[in-house]
């Protein structure tokens, strides 16, 4: 499974935000990929729910998380090794 996570979160106020969220991500997928700043692509056997309970701990109120599943054809402006990526897990 292919899921889209993005964020922002209040980060002058907790620089660390930023690198817990990173290393929490890098260190419960299977593959990642980071095609924007706070956005990653992370292939993964669990669904949206278990993502968003392990990163919510992480976050304050005036944080912002989405994460949605990717699947099937998607669009946008990224190198060809980006779409490649995608493509092969986007099903």
Same mark, same amino acid.
């Given at each position: 499974?292919?899921?889209?996570?993005?964020?922002?979160?209040?980060?002058?106020?907790?620089?660390?935000?930023?690198?817990?969220?990173?290393?929490?991500?890098?260190?419960?997928?299977?593959?990642? #990929?980071? +095609? %924007?700043? *706070? !956005?990653?692509?992370?292939?993964?056997?669990?669904? $949206?729910?278990?993502?968003?309970?392990? #990163?919510? +701990? %992480?976050? *304050? !109120?005036?944080?912002?998380?989405?994460?949605?599943? $990717?699947?099937?054809?998607?669009?946008?402006?990224? +190198?060809?090794?980006?779409?490649?990526?995608?493509?092969?897990?986007?099903?």
């Amino acid at each position: 499974m292919l899921l889209l996570i993005s964020y922002d979160l209040d980060a002058p106020r907790r620089p660390d935000s930023y690198a817990k969220v990173k290393e929490t991500i890098e260190g419960n997928a299977l593959a990642t #990929l980071r +095609p %924007l700043y *706070s !956005q990653w692509l992370v292939e993964t056997h669990e669904d $949206v729910d278990a993502w968003t309970s392990r #990163l919510t +701990p %992480l976050l *304050s !109120q005036q944080d912002r998380l989405l994460i949605v599943r $990717v699947q099937g054809r998607a669009n946008g402006y990224l +190198p060809p090794a980006t779409w490649t990526w995608i493509n092969e897990r986007a099903t």
